[in-house]
């Protein structure tokens, strides 16, 4: 059964920078566009960014767009978002999935534990 397993998140001040990983266990990520979401407090998850199966393509969520990258490196089966100019509504626990399609935001498999990302003003 597929792991998905996040990590690289942390407490940063406004304005700084982060990046996450995303890898699995079980599963080779290449055969699935990806996904990133977060969950903030007392909120539903939701979708921040996508990516194709071959990285060719992507969505961002507006309020993440021009501020973060991600990428997918398929030698490693691994997942990254690249968290540039971090803003404290950014606070949340991020999340990777495969998705059906880079615009269509639905989990395909089993989420993982999340990693907290914590920005202060």
């Known amino acids: 059964q597929v792991q998905l397993v996040e990590s690289g998140g942390g407490l940063v001040q406004a304005g700084g920078s982060l990046r996450l990983s995303c890898a699995a266990s079980?599963?080779?990520?290449?055969?699935?566009?990806m996904g990133w979401f977060r969950q903030a407090p007392g909120k539903e998850r939701e979708f921040v960014a996508g990516?194709?199966?071959?990285?060719?393509?992507?969505n961002y969520a507006d309020s993440v767009k021009d501020r973060f990258t991600i990428s997918r490196d398929n030698a490693r089966n691994t997942v990254y978002l690249q968290m540039n100019s971090l803003k404290p509504d950014d606070t949340a626990v991020y999340y990777c999935?495969?998705?059906?399609?880079?615009?269509?935001?639905?989990?395909?498999?089993?989420w993982g534990q999340g990693t907290q990302v914590t920005v202060s003003s």
């Open positions: 079980g599963r080779t990520l290449s055969a699935y566009a």
């Open positions: 990516i194709s199966r071959s990285g060719a393509n992507t």
């Open positions: 999935n495969a998705i059906p399609a880079t615009s269509i935001a639905r989990g395909l498999l089993n």
